[in-house]
């Protein structure tokens, strides 16, 4: 059957679905109930599994059986596997090293530059931290409260330091290797981290340096009145370090997350951090953090399966060939299907899961790399999770300043996100002075 005739926009009822159904719910939970982070009360697997029931009673020309194979297909795929087999060591790792060594590393570099840096140094280290734990929630846990603490002492706005942390956060959680986002966009593309990383690099360090001009300049028109000072432990930072280099240098990403495991299990126990039960434990939890990416990963894998079976894709895709002409326009279009995504589901990593088959048949169809389109998915999905005002990066940090007594709304932040903002120029930057087909 050829793709005109397999065209069908109805077989992507799933996907309006399964984002009205999120969407709404996230909207009447967040602001009609007023349910403090209402979006993140939503079981996404839940919703998931309705989207995917719906995927299964549609086109009664197949039967039960076949739809089955179908779905099995779908999840049988070597990059789903992979995906979902590095979900689980990340999530061991970040539970064996713990998230307290972020903080040695925050208040290690404050006590070696002047107050006048602080802003700087939140910026500077949420870039570092997010990089090497590959998560941006956990990054804004960690570090906003440094944030608070440096606006209180040193003078600085809240809103600036708070945007200063949240902008690292997204820097490190766009180009990490352990990141879900990187995870998903490589293993969906089928492309090597340290390819993708190379891709994005040269997109985010332009404006990661930009951002820090612009804090620097906001740093010197404030008036300082001190400085915070902290004990660390910086040991603990190492398996991070090691996790790091051997990403960018491009050692097998299986044996950069177990050396980073076996070295922050040793770390851990011979420092006396904790005791070989809890480091279990530790492990457990880590890798239960993990279980509900795993189960979008799968249900999603099934339900695009279906999807594609009935023809829904290659109807999305020629409705994308009449709006978006030649290789520039399909980069522009699948940066704006992943930030659409984001923007219903309040997730990059699902968004990214989402589009990735999409996005696949997108790069076929316009001739665009795997380490490109991997690279613009993590990338637009990043920028538009960075702002996003019921984002959980930004309700986590919200959160985080009101349970240490500050009073901060989204509406204040959003303006001091410098970072996401100026990514956003320099993808669309990048993309324009990219060559023709």
Same mark, same amino acid.
């Given at each position: 059957m050829s793709k005109i005739e397999k065209r069908n926009g109805k077989a992507l009822l799933p996907i309006v679905v399964f984002v009205v159904l999120y969407l709404g719910l996230g909207i009447l939970f967040e602001y009609g109930l007023n349910i403090e982070m209402g979006f993140y009360k939503i079981p996404v697997v839940v919703i998931f599994l309705v989207a995917l029931l719906v995927a299964c009673i549609q086109n009664h020309g197949l039967k039960m059986n076949d739809k089955l194979e179908v779905m099995g297909k779908g999840i049988s795929d070597p990059n789903i596997i992979t995906m979902i087999i590095i979900f689980m060591l990340a999530g061991i790792f970040v539970g064996v090293v713990g998230r307290t060594s972020a903080n040695s590393v925050a208040y290690f570099i404050l006590s070696l530059i002047p107050p006048q840096f602080a802003v700087v140094v939140l910026f500077v280290v949420s870039c570092f931290v997010s990089l090497a734990m590959g998560t941006s929630v956990g990054t804004i846990t960690l570090i906003v409260p440094i944030g608070v603490a440096v606006a209180r002492v040193s003078g600085f706005a809240l809103p600036v330091c708070i945007g200063s942390v949240m902008s690292g956060a997204m820097f490190g959680d766009n180009l990490s290797f352990i990141s879900d986002t990187t995870i998903a966009a490589c293993n969906g593309q089928g492309c090597e981290m340290k390819d993708k990383f190379r891709e994005n690099f040269w997109i985010a360090f332009p404006a990661a340096v930009a951002t820090l001009i612009l804090i620097l300049v906001l740093s010197f028109q404030t008036e300082i009145q001190g400085h915070v000072s902290q004990s660390y432990h910086l040991v603990q930072v190492l398996p991070y370090?090691?996790?790091?280099?051997?990403?960018?240098?491009?050692?097998?990403?299986?044996?950069?997350?177990l050396t980073g495991?076996?070295?922050?299990a040793f770390i851990m126990l011979i420092g006396g951090h904790t005791t070989p039960v809890d480091l279990l434990a530790n492990m457990g939890s880590g890798v239960s953090g993990m279980f509900e990416t795993c189960m979008v990963a799968i249900l999603v894998a099934a339900m695009c399966a279906l999807i594609r079976e009935y023809g829904g894709f290659d109807a999305l895709l020629s409705w994308i060939h009449k709006i978006f002409r030649g290789k520039k326009g399909?980069?522009?279009?699948?940066?704006?299907?992943?930030?659409?995504? %984001?923007?219903?589901t309040?997730?990059?990593?699902?968004?990214?899961?989402?589009?990735?088959?999409?996005?696949?048949?997108?790069?076929?169809?316009?001739?665009?790399?795997?380490?490109?389109?991997?690279?613009?998915? %993590?990338?637009?999905?990043?920028?538009?999770?960075?702002?996003?005002p019921y984002g959980a990066q930004m309700l986590v940090a919200i959160s985080a300043v009101n349970e240490l007594g500050g009073e901060i709304s989204a509406f204040q932040i959003m303006p001091k996100l410098f970072y996401p903002m100026l990514l956003l120029l320099s993808s669309v930057l990048a993309i324009m002075k990219s060559k023709k087909v």
């Open positions: 370090v090691l996790v790091l280099i051997g990403g960018i240098i491009g050692i097998n990403v299986f044996v950069v997350l495991i076996v070295s922050g399909g980069q522009i279009g699948m940066g704006l299907l992943v930030g659409t995504m %984001d923007i219903a309040a997730n990059n990593t699902v968004a990214i899961v989402m589009a990735n088959p999409i996005a696949k048949e997108m790069a076929e169809e316009y001739e665009i790399t795997p380490r490109k389109t991997a690279s613009i998915l %993590d990338t637009f999905s990043c920028i538009f999770q960075g702002v996003i």
